[in-house]
């Protein structure tokens, strides 16, 4: 991976970036006035909260909703909105 | 650059002169010249007065300007000696074959040139040996009669792997055309 | 496909670009990718999405990805589908690179205005490859300026609601039809509100043999004025006022995907959106007239081409 | 093993494409290239080659589509001229800034307005700067020369730069001469296969291409991009020498006609070198000593060298068949003066801006640059640093 303050005869030629998916490493979660929280006894699994979220970041496991990645949420709130079942709460930071 | 030959042809946009000064020069090329052959461009189309070039020589030809001062002078249509001077730049010692009816000498009197002049009918020749009037393939005929640029039975055996190359798929057009170069090396006359 | 078989595979688009929240084009990019079944090649045209999914040294895709220009990404898409299937058919592949998907995004800059030559062309020249139109109706990564998607009156940074003139003159331009007029495979209008639609939709587009074309209305809550959690409402908002109508076109055959079960008047979309706010001033009412008629005009078409009755 | 044939240039170029048989070429077709991509669809659509053809509807297009399918891992080719070349231009930017060993000849023709079809370097001198190689040729058999070398120049891994094959318009582009071509074997054994380091379609390596580079990476790519320019002579240089061994030609950054001991030189590039030979034989056999420095890698610019080759003449003249309306004269001219200024050499330098739009340059005009040139000498007087040569007053 490329680092900040690497010389050109470091990195990459042609502007490549040669690791895919490594904005993962960089931090939205300090975007965030309000975090969605996630009641997992309400959630019924419906998924929509995942196929909304514009970041990437309701996060699942064997096809169940198991949180928020907190590193990466801007807070929008599109989740908790949408939720069927108001299993979200927008709570501030 | 001792040797350099350099002929314009005059025709009229779609008569092949284009083509003709191409032939020429292929087969020039095929019999161990150095050639150039390249028309002159412009937004003429069908009918109108065009150009076309050739450079043949025993050496390399490293000009790339245009040529002014032809030695042999091609001309594809009568009607275009009353329309372009086709003497413009030739030296008196040149010569200028002309697809015409008329004879050498009336068309010799008709331009005021000092030079060599022939006449050939190659609308003509056209007509009787491929049945259409293009005159280019007989023009190249009268041109090898009246230049000697390029021995003849090598011009003719150059010129047939030429047009094989050209129509592949019509023979008969090959022969016709042989014959009207033939005919019009036999008929031009100076 | 159910959205929870779809978000077993890992995620195509990774956390940690920098759309803004509650952008609408995150959603649609996401739901696109996560149906593809191969491994994809990506180009994006300048835009608020390419800029913001790859910042060097940082990339949010997972697949591979090439931005080029503006105005470019269907023929530049449509070179590196050359290339795959010049290479593949010479056999110098690995058998990993063989099946691939070909997929270009274009916000509606780059697609219905400084894109749109490349696009016409490249869908003419039949690539197979995928165009997706994210549609938030304005140039919002140059910072909010009218675009020919831009709907009439809406209000934006280069045709601003002033005293004389209310917001943008004209009317948006169709460009799913235009695009469909091309006579490709595959042309579909989606939405996010509705994503098993939008999945299907696109995991048609990736079937068929050929160029295929999908038009999806983007929320830009800045460029909007809306609120970032109503992204996904607002979108379902234009479907129920018949702004957005969801309808697919395959091999010609036009099919609506969405009839609201009671339509909704167009001041519902409208309000939502600061951009719209001052058309609600007394003396702008026949402006909010006239693109409800329009819309009343534009959706008996819709129904018309789909064959449906029509509306009174 | 090689040919030898009469052909026209663009016959030629299309013939050199063949032989290299790119995995994709994209192009649209514009006066005076035209004939290059006829004839190269031609044997596309005869199964010739493997070529994919992406017949594009802008030249804009052509030059994203092959940069497309050369970062995608494909040999990718395109050809163009004049305005197709300037619709091109925001794009060229991206092939070399990308590093994508592109070929590109270029039918060299003016630029509108108003609109001309004939030969002038307005086109690729407008475009030199961008980043791509720049390879000039006096005649058909050049032009083919180097669109073959170009192909190994460009994928070098010390170099990874688009290069742009220029030939002159209708002189060269639409003139029959003869020349040889190599077998169709030992151009695919030169040139060999491309294997692209991080191409797109490498499914288990995914490669973000054209990513936004701001202040703080930007700079060191564009570094790069210089550092590989600066490798460009040396490779030129290989190739030509292992291009020697298989034709016979020779090859260098440039050309020394007559110049070892010159007094009065020319500088200039494309077909007007050509006839500029028969005019320095001419002045020879009067007694002038004239030479001429022929340049064939202009961009990127061998200063060094041309102006060693340069610096024992007493006044040389530069031809520059391109305005930049600079006021001080043509590109070519620039970058001359100041490799002799570098050199500290003591040579009078002028330019000659001549052949715009495709006027012809006849020997006797550049027999009159020599006379220029041998009385600068005498006088040790430069009255005009720019003229223009062979227009109407």
């Known amino acids: 991976m490329v680092k900040p303050g690497d010389g050109y005869k470091e990195i990459p030629e042609g502007g490549l970036i040669l690791e895919s998916g490594n904005a993962k490493r960089y931090e939205t979660g300090g975007w965030r006035t309000q975090r969605p929280v996630i009641d997992l006894d309400t959630c019924i699994n419906c998924f929509r909260c995942w196929a909304f979220c514009p970041d990437s970041s309701i996060e699942t496991e064997d096809e169940e909703i198991v949180g928020v990645d907190y590193d990466h949420c801007k807070g929008c709130g599109v989740c908790a909105h949408e939720c069927p079942v108001d299993a979200i709460a927008m709570e501030q930071e | 650059m001792a040797s350099l030959t350099e002929v314009r042809w005059h025709g009229r946009g779609g008569q092949g002169g284009k083509t003709a000064s191409i032939l020429l020069g292929k087969v020039a090329a095929k019999s161990g010249k150095n050639i150039q052959a390249f028309p002159e461009y412009g937004p003429e189309r069908m009918g109108a007065p065009v150009l076309a070039y050739n450079r043949i020589s025993e050496d390399e030809i490293t000009l790339h300007c245009q040529v002014t001062e032809p030695s042999i002078v091609a001309v594809l249509d009568p009607t275009l000696l009353d329309v372009v001077d086709i003497t413009e730049g030739v030296p008196a010692d040149g010569t200028i074959v002309v697809n015409s009816k008329e004879d050498a000498k009336t068309i010799k009197e008709k331009l005021d040139f000092e030079g060599d002049v022939w006449t050939v009918d190659a609308y003509g020749v056209a007509e009787k040996e491929i049945g259409r009037p293009f005159p280019n393939t007989p023009m190249l005929g009268g041109l090898m009669k009246a230049t000697g640029l390029i021995e003849f039975d090598k011009f003719l055996a150059g010129i047939e792997t030429e047009l094989e190359k050209k129509f592949a798929h019509k023979p008969e057009v090959i022969e016709k055309n042989l014959a009207a170069i033939k005919r019009a090396y036999q008929e031009v006359a100076n | 496909m159910s959205l929870k078989d779809i978000a077993k595979g890992e995620d195509r688009l990774s956390g940690g670009h920098r759309l803004c929240s509650g952008c609408g084009a995150g959603t649609v990019t996401r739901l696109i990718m996560n149906a593809s079944d191969n491994p994809a090649v990506v180009g994006a045209a300048t835009g608020c999405l390419e800029v913001s999914t790859t910042i060097y040294p940082y990339t949010a895709w997972e697949d591979s990805f090439i931005h080029n220009a503006f105005e470019n990404v269907a023929a530049t898409i449509s070179g590196a589908e050359a290339a795959h299937r010049s290479l593949k058919k010479q056999g110098k592949l690995k058998e990993a690179d063989e099946d691939k998907d070909f997929i270009a995004f274009g916000g509606d800059g780059g697609t219905y205005d400084i894109g749109f030559q490349s696009l016409s062309g490249a869908l003419e020249r039949g690539h197979d490859m995928v165009y997706v139109c994210y549609d938030n109706g304005a140039y919002m990564n140059t910072g909010i300026q009218r675009s020919s998607a831009t709907p009439k009156g809406a209000s934006t940074t280069t045709s601003p609601a002033g005293e004389e003139v209310p917001g943008k003159e004209q009317y948006r331009k169709e460009m799913t039809d235009i695009v469909a007029a091309h006579g490709i495979p595959y042309v579909a209008q989606a939405s996010p509100f509705k994503p098993n639609d939008l999945i299907r939709k696109a995991k048609k587009a990736f079937e068929v043999d050929g160029p295929a074309f999908i038009n999806v209305l983007a929320t830009c809550p800045r460029g909007w004025r809306s609120k970032t959690e109503e992204s996904i409402e607002i979108t379902k908002v234009a479907a129920d006022t018949c702004f957005w109508p969801l309808f697919e076109v395959e091999d010609g055959e036009w099919t609506l995907n969405y009839k609201p079960k009671e339509k909704k008047p167009i001041t519902d979309w409208l309000e939502r959106q600061g951009r719209f706010k001052h058309l609600f001033k007394p003396k702008n009412k026949h402006m909010i007239e006239e693109i409800q008629e329009h819309v009343d005009k534009r959706w008996n078409e819709i129904l018309k081409k789909c064959g449906e009755a029509e509306e009174e | ?393």
């Open chain 4, 1 to 393: 093993m090689s040919e030898q044939v009469a052909l026209t240039g663009n016959e030629v170029m299309s013939q050199a494409m063949r032989q290299i048989n790119p995995d994709v070429v994209a192009a649209y077709p514009i006066t005076p290239q035209t004939a290059i991509v006829q004839t190269f669809s031609q044997f596309v659509n005869d199964g010739d080659v493997d070529t994919e053809f992406v017949p594009t509807e802008s030249e804009h297009s052509a030059m994203s589509a092959t940069v497309g399918a050369s970062a995608s891992g494909a040999r990718a080719m395109t050809a163009t001229a004049a305005n197709g070349l300037a619709l091109m231009w925001e794009v060229l930017y991206i092939a070399s800034g990308t590093r994508l060993p592109i070929v590109m000849p270029v039918v060299n023709r003016a630029l509108s307005g108003p609109i001309n079809i004939h030969c002038d370097h307005s086109d690729a001198m407008g475009a030199r700067d961008s980043g791509w190689i720049q390879l000039y040729a006096e005649n058909a058999q050049e032009a083919y020369d180097n669109a073959i070398q170009a192909v190994k120049i460009s994928e070098n891994k010390d170099v990874m730069l688009p290069t742009m094959v220029n030939m002159d318009g209708f002189i060269i582009s639409h003139a029959v001469e003869n020349l040889n071509l190599l077998a169709d074997e030992d151009v695919q054994d030169f040139v060999g296969e491309y294997h692209a380091e991080n191409p797109l379609l490498d499914s288990e390596n995914p490669v973000t291409v054209g990513p936004l580079d701001l202040q703080d990476f930007y700079f060191e790519h564009k570094m790069q991009q210089a550092v590989a320019a600066e490798n460009v002579k040396d490779v030129v240089l290989e190739v030509a020498e292992e291009y020697e061994e298989l034709s016979g030609r020779e090859y260098g950054l440039f050309e020394e006609y007559k110049l070892d001991d010159a007094e009065v030189a020319v500088v200039a590039l494309g077909s007007t070198t050509g006839t500029a030979k028969t005019a320095v034989d001419n002045l020879r056999e009067n007694g002038v000593k004239a030479g001429l420095s022929k340049i064939r890698l202009y961009r990127p610019f061998p200063a060094e060298e041309i102006a060693e080759a340069l610096a024992d003449l007493e006044a040389v003249a530069v031809m520059d068949r391109a305005e930049t309306f600079s006021t001080t004269g043509g590109p070519v001219f620039a970058d001359v003066r100041a490799a002799l200024y570098d050199m500290g050499a003591d040579v009078e330098a002028v330019n000659y801006i001549y052949g715009l739009g495709g006027r012809d340059l006849k020997v006797e005009e550049i027999e009159s640059v020599y006379k220029d040139l041998e009385e600068i000498v005498e006088t040790n007087t430069v009255e005009d640093r720019v003229q223009h040569l062979g227009v109407r007053e």
